[in-house]
């Protein structure tokens, strides 16, 4: 299949012409994939059983691993659900359009392999004006995971969904690159409490300020050991993985740093090509090896932005192991560590 490559301009003539392409192969039951502000999706129509059977095809992605719908107006909620809780009003009215996706009760209109076989729907309005158009001009909703072959990092550039999907899927429309870099924060608003199922820009403290009380998946942090089962099936999977093993070292900077030097050296004795992540203030301790420094330590909102292109260019230059410094799991920290967590098969040693 040839892949169409369309890259936004910002004159809105201009755009109209590439949204309107997009918004017919979605109307035909094809895949497109579009920028949003967390992270690349690859969109079908979400009422087309068919369309999402494809996307699940495209990456390569179990099918028990629900979508996310994508709206673009807060009243769309009830065409996707009977009884919307107030409380999804109170989240919508603060962070709608925005990087919170929300779960709740479904219709029998949502197709079953939307869902994943699931009684409910992951919902969400995204703060991104192409998105938002291509939703409107398709005339339906779309159903959208993040536009990688599964167990990749998510992508958060038009060159990542390439590299990923071309020649997979019909069209990818090129946003530039994204702002925050990290997917949706997903909150369970089916029970009495909200549930936090997976952390991200809009932190669990931002949550509590409107809804008041919530609560926590718990494997959100643990991972998946034993009979922790995740809420969100998507996340017991090894995800936003690079190709190499990852270790991560946590601690004060000296000690981190003295550890990786260590683990960087002997691995390079075994023989191996290392990749080394760490903030950018310790870059220069560094001499060997393929160091990356995705941002500022100061600078939480920095480091998870690059993070995913990160992995991505270890990959890229080949390394066998990575060790990386973890981060603070303040605010959006959290949501990092996460990611982060997850890449490393939970390997973390502590210094
Ligand atoms: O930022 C984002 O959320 C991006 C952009 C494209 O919107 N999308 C995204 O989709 O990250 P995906 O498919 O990569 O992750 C969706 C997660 C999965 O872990 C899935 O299991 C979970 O949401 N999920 C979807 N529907 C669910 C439901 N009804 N109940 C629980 N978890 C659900
Ligand atoms: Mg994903």
Redesign the pocket.
């Known amino acids: 299949m040839d892949t169409i490559v369309e890259k936004i301009t910002g004159i809105w003539e201009d755009d109209e012409k590439i949204i309107r392409t997009a918004a017919e192969i979605i109307r035909n039951g094809g895949l497109v994939a ?1 920028p ?8 079908g129509d979400a009422f087309d059983e068919n369309a999402a059977a494809a996307i699940y095809a495209a990456k390569g ?1 179990p099918s028990d ?4 719908v ?1 709206i673009a107006e807060t009243e769309d909620l009830t065409k996707l659900c009977d009884d919307v809780p107030p409380a999804v009003y109170a989240l919508a009215e603060r962070f709608w359009p925005g ?1 919170l ?1 929300m ?1 709740v009760g ?1 219709n029998s209109r949502v197709p079953d392999t ?3 076989g ?5 919902v ?1 309005l ?1 703060d991104n004006l192409t ?1 938002r158009r291509l939703i409107k001009a398709s005339g339906t909703f779309i159903a ?5 072959l599964s167990g990749r990092p ?1 992508p958060t550039a038009a060159s990542h969904v390439k590299e990923d999907l071309a020649g997979r899927i019909d069209m990818i429309i090129d946003g530039g690159n994204i702002e ?1 870099g ?5 909150v ?1 608003m089916t029970g009495e409490i909200p549930m936090l ?2 952390p ?1 820009f809009v932190t669990a403290e931002m949550l509590r300020e409107t809804v008041g009380e919530i609560s926590y998946d718990p494997a959100i942090m643990s991972g998946v050991s034993g009979d922790v089962k ?8 090894r ?1 936003y993985a690079p190709r190499a093993e990852m270790t991560l070292v946590e601690g004060a900077p000296d000690a981190v740093i003295a550890k990786i030097k260590r683990l960087a050296k002997d691995a390079a004795g075994d023989g191996k090509r290392v990749g080394i992540m760490v903030p950018s203030e310790d870059g220069k301790f560094f001499s060997e090896g393929e160091i990356i420094c995705p941002g500022s330590r100061e600078n939480t909102k920095e480091i998870a932005k690059n993070l995913f292109g990160a992995l991505r260019e270890f990959d890229e230059r080949g390394v066998d192991i990575i060790y990386a410094e973890a981060f603070s799991r303040e605010g959006i920290g959290s949501a990092v560590m996460n990611r982060l967590l997850k890449a490393a098969g939970q390997r973390i040693i502590k210094v």
């Open positions: 579009f949003t502000e967390t992270v690349y999706g690859l969109g992605r691993n629900p979508l996310i994508h990087p996706t779960i479904k939307v869902t994943g699931l009684e409910t729907v992951a969400r995204p998105a959208a995971p993040s536009a990688n998510s925050i990290l997917e949706s924060t997903i369970d199922l997976r991200g995740p809420k969100a099936p998507g996340m017991k999977y995800h």
